[in-house]
């Protein structure tokens, strides 16, 4: 078991260019999370899956923003013409649900730092 | 809707003192109460976890926490502070236990003064 693992660790791009990152989840679980954090601010829920399927999505993740999680393993997060308002830490979690188990942990991965310039 | 309020952004102690980092909330339902940890350049590690079981909840590295329903109040505490414990601590809250999002409080820095 070697985590959370979130690729790239950091970002640089030019206002208007895309990105995508990618988190790979620990092997077991099923939920995986997808939350944006900006200086100053604690994380912000952006949209979780479980499996492949995507459950809910905040309204922060406007049109420009696309999440999959095609064979519910890794997923990727896509910013289409990114904003310098889109610089910050984009975080990765993933948790166990079982029928039955709702308090297992969400352990998060150490975030892609994305800086638009 | 789900919030919570930390009380401080930044929170200065000497080593060996009592840390007392504040958190409230705010939930329509019974609450699923969290404090994580997080050092510079990391994610997020969970430090202790209320999920409606004994309102003193013990976490790791000596934390520990106490839900007061009347308070709406879930504060870290620990009874002596180390240089190690340096770092940004945020409460959250969750409506459907550790199995669903998140929602955080904007942080305390918490520094240890040798």
């Known amino acids: 078991d070697t985590g959370v693992s979130q690729d790239p660790r950091h970002k640089i791009t030019k206002r208007g260019q895309n990105v995508t990152f990618r988190c790979d989840p620990i092997?077991?679980?099923?939920?995986l999370y997808w939350y944006r954090q900006t200086l100053g601010q604690g994380p912000e829920f952006l949209t979780y899956?479980?499996?492949?399927?995507?459950?809910?999505k905040s309204r922060l993740l406007s049109d420009r923003f696309s999440a999959e999680r095609p064979k519910g393993s890794f997923s990727t997060l896509e910013i289409q013409r990114t904003e310098q308002g889109d610089s910050a830490m984009y975080l990765c979690?993933?948790?166990?649900?079982?029928?039955?188990?709702?308090?297992?942990?969400?352990?998060f991965g150490p975030g892609t730092r994305l800086t638009v310039l | 809707a789900q919030s919570v309020t930390q009380l401080g952004s930044h929170v200065s102690v000497s080593e060996g003192a009592l840390v007392l980092l504040r958190c409230n909330y705010s939930?329509?339902?019974?609450?699923?109460l969290f404090w994580y940890v997080q050092y510079p350049n990391q994610g997020l590690q969970l430090l202790l976890k209320?999920?409606?079981?004994?309102?003193l909840v013990k976490g790791i590295n000596g934390f520990e926490a106490e839900f007061k329903k009347s308070e709406t109040s879930f504060h870290l505490t620990k009874p002596s502070a180390h240089m190690s414990d340096a770092a940004e601590y945020f409460c959250?809250?969750?409506?459907?236990?550790?199995?669903?999002?998140?929602?955080f409080g904007k942080g305390t820095l918490l520094t240890v003064n040798p």
């Open positions: 092997s077991e679980h099923n939920r």
């Open positions: 209320y999920t409606s079981a004994a309102t």
């Open positions: 899956f479980q499996n492949e399927a995507q459950l809910e």
């Open positions: 979690a993933s948790s166990l649900a079982a029928a039955g188990a709702r308090d297992n942990e969400q352990f």
């Open positions: 959250a809250v969750s409506k459907g236990g550790s199995n669903y999002k998140l929602t």
């Open positions: 939930s329509s339902v019974p609450p699923y």
